[in-house]
């Protein structure tokens, strides 16, 4: 009896740490997605915060990977992937505030235009 218990638990521990493993696997694997997309694309769209006069990052939990983007109507709603991870070291302010940017509409129509963009938040 004393045998069995050992062995059980000893199965269970194995099992643990073999599904930790696994989840810690994936995680690794959407970095090097997310990584890849992020050096090709940029963080923000074509649209302005209004009161920043520049397009702003809405630091996400880093375990988020998806985002949902509302549109007027059933049909403009999407989920799509979150790509770029807030990483130190911060170069600085930008190179201007808003040049080349679009702002918020007067009715807008979808949430992007808002120039409010997520950006997932550093590991440590």
Same mark, same amino acid.
């Given at each position: 009896?004393?045998?069995?218990?050992?062995?059980?638990?000893?199965? %269970?521990?194995?099992?643990?740490?073999?599904? /930790?493993? %696994?989840? %810690?696997?994936? @995680?690794?694997? #959407?970095? &090097?997605?997310?990584?890849?997309?992020?050096?090709?694309?940029?963080?923000?769209?074509?649209?302005? =915060?209004?009161?920043?006069? %520049?397009?702003? #990052?809405?630091?996400?939990?880093?375990? *988020?990977?998806?985002?949902? #983007?509302?549109?007027?109507?059933?049909?403009?709603?999407?989920?799509?992937?979150?790509?770029?991870?807030?990483?130190?070291?911060?170069?600085?302010?930008?190179?201007? /505030?808003?040049?080349?940017?679009? #702002?918020?509409? &007067?009715?807008? *129509?979808?949430?992007?235009?808002?120039?409010? =963009?997520?950006? @997932?938040?550093?590991?440590?």
């Amino acid at each position: 009896m004393r045998r069995f218990v050992l062995c059980l638990t000893l199965a %269970a521990t194995l099992l643990l740490v073999a599904l /930790q493993e %696994a989840r %810690a696997d994936v @995680r690794r694997v #959407s970095n &090097r997605w997310g990584e890849r997309f992020a050096r090709t694309m940029p963080w923000h769209g074509q649209y302005y =915060y209004a009161p920043w006069g %520049a397009p702003v #990052s809405l630091v996400v939990p880093p375990v *988020s990977n998806m985002q949902t #983007s509302m549109g007027w109507g059933v049909t403009q709603t999407e989920m799509r992937p979150i790509y770029h991870q807030f990483a130190r070291p911060y170069p600085g302010d930008g190179a201007g /505030q808003g040049v080349g940017f679009l #702002s918020t509409p &007067r009715w807008p *129509s979808h949430t992007d235009q808002f120039g409010v =963009y997520y950006v @997932r938040g550093p590991w440590k």
